[in-house]
């Protein structure tokens, strides 16, 4: 099954793809590679998920920012390829995620972005991955990702 129909199947509504605040591109096609600019956690609204994991994020909010940001990768991949069929899978995946002092669960917060990309895309979403714990995110984030994808034409 294709990871369009996976969304069909999961009931999952991809939402419009953030657009850059800055002088910048959503995503750069290199050969068979598509790297994406970070992404952060968007609420429906408009707004994001924002404050420090270990202060007032706990790792399950962590978890579900991080799994909001997967479905804005998702939405730029979409726009950029036009099906996210066209992924013939996920390379590497970069979670910043802004941290208290003492803050070590970074990979357990990643678990939200990395998880849903498995469930969408199955094997091809397996991938490479670094959770780094960061003082500050642009505009008080909780976490932005950036990831890189092996395309096909």
Do not use: W
């Amino acid at each position: 099954m294709g990871a369009e129909a996976r969304l069909a199947e999961l009931g999952i509504e991809l939402p419009s793809p953030p657009r850059p605040v800055a002088n910048y591109v959503p995503a750069v096609r290199v050969g068979e590679l598509l790297f994406l600019s970070g992404h952060g956690p968007l609420l429906p609204d408009g707004t994001r998920v924002n404050g420090k994991l270990g202060a007032e994020v706990d790792v399950e909010r962590g978890r579900e920012a991080a799994r909001l940001t997967a479905l804005g990768l998702l939405a730029t991949l979409r726009t950029e390829l036009g099906s996210l069929d066209r992924v013939a899978g996920i390379v590497k995946v970069l979670g910043l995620v802004a941290s208290a002092p003492g803050f070590g669960d970074q990979p357990a917060v990643l678990n939200g972005c990395s998880d849903l990309l498995v469930e969408v895309l199955g094997d091809a979403g397996k991938h490479a991955r670094s959770a780094v714990g960061v003082a500050e995110l642009p505009s008080g984030m909780c976490i932005e990702i950036e990831l890189i994808a092996r395309v096909t034409d």
